[in-house]
């Protein structure tokens, strides 16, 4: 594993002992690259309208049909349940649509409704699977984490939905449990909860999983991680899992502290990409990608690089991105650059055919520049 560090003109580069997660990713293609349209980021989740396709090499596309304007608009009657600033305003059947977590935030119990409010408000979703076998992981994250009153102001942004853990597809029972639907593939049919985003200004990013904690017995959910989880900048699953590891870290590193930088964030993702497919890691055309990156920073005058891999083995995508950020940890020079603040950032990474996660983080430093940030 290598770091390449450019500053004012002078490339850097430091040699260090690398470390070699696995989660679900598309088999190569012929010519050994990935298939991102079966990326885990790029699955849609399940909602009327949209068709689910086989592939050749085993997967699943999923087409995004969007829902007509009057679908969007449906009357408070067919819903039943409207919920302004988490507070309901009009239930007919409180026990078929609406659940109070202890804290106070209010989750419906149907996953159709919720995915048509959240839409409909430009929300992004919650989709709580409770667990129907662990009892304690269940007592443990409503009775402790979501009666956590930030937790309860946290949840404003969003639309939130807290169905079994079996429910069953919403295109009928021939399609299994919603659990088991490809776009929450990364679940592991676990219990947990996934996150998808319908704000609906991003194509990219709408309708898409964009994050998933699935439970683990003895291993709950505390309100730090989940205020952690719910502060997340919008982007990819993949990329909010990396930012997710690095600020969950025990050390705290301040990298992801800052300002997430969509182009950035995006030259994460192309490295990252290109790392995997060609299953090597290593900052390949860093000189050329510096000058390049610098000069649509503008006014930063300096940019680092970091990339590591993953074993290949790891039982979650949480648990790559992890062993990533924990392979940068045995570097005193990778962990100079992960744990100092920049000005802004992007983090992303890409499973190769091989199974391992190829990590990048860049770091842009200087006054400030015009590229959107969030």
Known sequence: MRMGTHLLGTSLILLAVGVVGTAYCAPPDRRGTVDSSLDPARRSVPRRGVEHTATPEGGVLTRIVRFPRRVLGLERERIRTTIRGRMPVRVEEPHDWVWRAPGGSYWYTAYEPAYLAAARERKMLVV?????????????????????????EWLKRYVAVRIPQSSPHIHGPEFGALLSDPAFVEMKRRPGFAIVDLVGDRPDLFGYVTFVRPFRPNEPCAPFELATILNLPRATLTQRSMIYAVRMH?????????NASPYLLDQAARQSQYQASIQLQGHHNWDTRFHQISGSLGSVYSAQEVVAESWGWEETILDAAKECVHSWRQSPGHWSAVRAPHTFYGYDMKRGGNGKYYGTGIFGNGPAWNSPVE
């Open 128 to 152: 709580y699977f409770a667990p129907e076998q662990d009892e304690w992981s269940r007592q443990e994250f409503e009775r402790v984490t979501l009666a956590d009153p930030n937790i309860t």
């Open 250 to 258: 025990p050390e705290q590193p301040q990298s992801a502290r800052a």
